[in-house]
């Protein structure tokens, strides 16, 4: 049987991982500035923390994903320094174990999409150490958000790379936490020291599972809908902002540049969108995707259609960001209550 | 349907129907609960999508200096603001007025989250002047904050007053706080009405005055004051950059700032009502020179 340990309350969690924060970066989802992101626990105020129990148990989301925690924002490769004529060269030190508190069921599918990417030969060795070092603590909603789109991607139970499950026992009160990896073992035996403990049963989520799209479907609708007026539309009313690709938790594109001051510098990596104009423009000034058709069309067929062709899997979980946030209201369901097939009867 | 909705819908249908326009710009029903979305309609059958309300917020105007709005005849719904950025354009040569056919809408002051827009509390330009368009539609259902006068600029400034009343160090953390959440996504810059400039410099190719990272240590407040001060007395107020960031952050505090500093050194001006040129694009000979010696202390 998989080990099942509880705490009394939230708070008691809350206590234990910070008891565990001189080994691990505990971050868990608050609020700052009245917008809803993963942070540090340390370095939360009384009042984020506050947030975290509503947040960490809610049926949705939080706005900022967990993947600025396993592909940052910005990451150094390099640093150098020049010294006397001499160039002097450093890698940044190593990740440090991480524990992501409350995580969605989404959440996880995103980052396991995005290891079809940065896994495979050749490795991505940045984002492989960070997953390795991450520990998951995920909490399954009872039920869909209100921009939430899980069940047409299938994943709203899915835990598959979830290392520890978290429930909360209305009737009791009590935090339910089951380990389901090797890394989810070690962290409950942690916990256990720390004034947890086991628990007989485990309560499963309510949320009701539907059958899925299919992808290979929905990627033939897609390939299908190439040459439809409906893009150009599409185009006509888009901005053109990277809002939709920066909050997306499935999106890992990125630019390398470097950064210089006189005589140093650093080497870095740092998120780039599909939407910007100069995602796909060339040295010598050819841009095979021109126009803003061509960038529109581009992000929602990679996710709809060249991700199922490539890696098998719809690129998308359905987690709403991008219709949420996106300043002219174009989400997933604006092209795929579009497209043909049954995705039409929605 | 409310009465302009209605008659908006048949403007629409006439034009179109009568090849007056290729198309019109406006607003529709949105995916969401209360959210309304710009909208292009081709056929005059299809006019029955356009509405107008008071979640119309975003601002047309900026989608005609796109490159796919070229070279057709157009026909745009623009409430008070969004005509300051029209004139603002027109006056700037980006745009004939010949080219556009103007649809004008008492604005009944837009949403902001439960309450309306501060922009809008303020705003004494709801409508656009009659002379100014081509077709004017009023009898909005306006909210009673809306009526009477609009609050002045001391009144509505109230978040101002609040950080011009911090220290200097409180006033940078607050900053530092809200800026280190920026993730470089160019909402602001795309969704701004007066940001026009055809080549932008945080899009030019490799720039060594700025960083692309979009982390803490990144040189997001560049950005944002450059962007600030690149439009600052060209702002119309419509609050379009504080509604579309993604991260909340008060942007609009940086420009309603230098609307009021704008205020104190040139007089009242207000972008797009008042004839160009605008305060920062001209200088008079017996200016206080403040890079010369003397404006140093």
Known sequence: MKPVIAAKSFEQLLKALHQLSSKYLVVAPTTEDGVEHYRPITQMSEEQKSQVERLSLRNQPPLGSVKPFLF??????????????????????????????????????SLELIDKVFLEDPVDGLYQEKRDNTVLIVNQCDEMGANCRCDDFGVQRSTGSADLLMSKDESSGKILLKAQSEKGNILAEELLKEGMEENPVFREPKVPVKEALESEKIQQAMDDFFESPFWEELAMRCIGCATCTFYCPTCHCYDIRDFQRKEQGARYRTWDSCMFPDYTRMAGGHNPRPTRKDRVQNRFYHKLSYFVKNEGALGCVGCGRCGEKCPVGISMDTVLNRIGGEVNDK | MCKITEELQQIAAELLKEGKVDLVLGYTKGEQEEQSVPCIVTQPEDASKLIFDEYSEKALSKYLLEESFQDKKVAIVLKGCDQRAFKLMQDESRLGREDVYLIGVECPGMKWGEDLSPFCLHCDYRTPAKEDVDSLLT?????????????????????????EKMSKEERFEFWKRQLNRCKRCYTCRNACPVCTC?????????????????????????????????????????????????????????????????DKFYGEY????????????????????????????
């Open chain 2, 270 to 297: 207000q972008a797009g009502i008042d004839e160009v040129p605008t305060p920062l694009s001209h200088a008079n000979a017996d200016e206080p020179d403040f890079f010369g010696k003397e404006g140093k202390a």
């Open chain 2, 139 to 163: 009898g909005a259902d306006i909210p009673e904050a809306m009526q009477g006068e609009p609050l002045d600029h001391e009144d509505s400034f109230t978040d101002i007053n609040r950080l």
């Open chain 2, 198 to 262: 055809r080549v932008c410099v945080f899009d030019r190719e490799n720039p060594d005055y700025i960083d692309r990272a979009k982390d803490q240590m990144a040189q997001h407040q560049f950005y944002h004051v450059i962007r600030a001060f690149h439009v600052s007395d060209r702002c119309v107020s419509c609050g379009e950059c504080a509604r579309v960031c993604p991260e909340g952050i008060p942007l609009h505090l940086l420009n309603q700032k230098l609307l009021r500093e704008l």
């Open chain 1, 72 to 109: 940052p924002d910005s990451e150094i490769y390099i640093e150098f320094t020049k010294k006397d004529g001499k160039l002097d060269v450093q890698t940044p030190r190593a990740s440090v174990p991480q524990i992501i508190l409350g995580a969605k069921p989404c959440d996880v599918v």
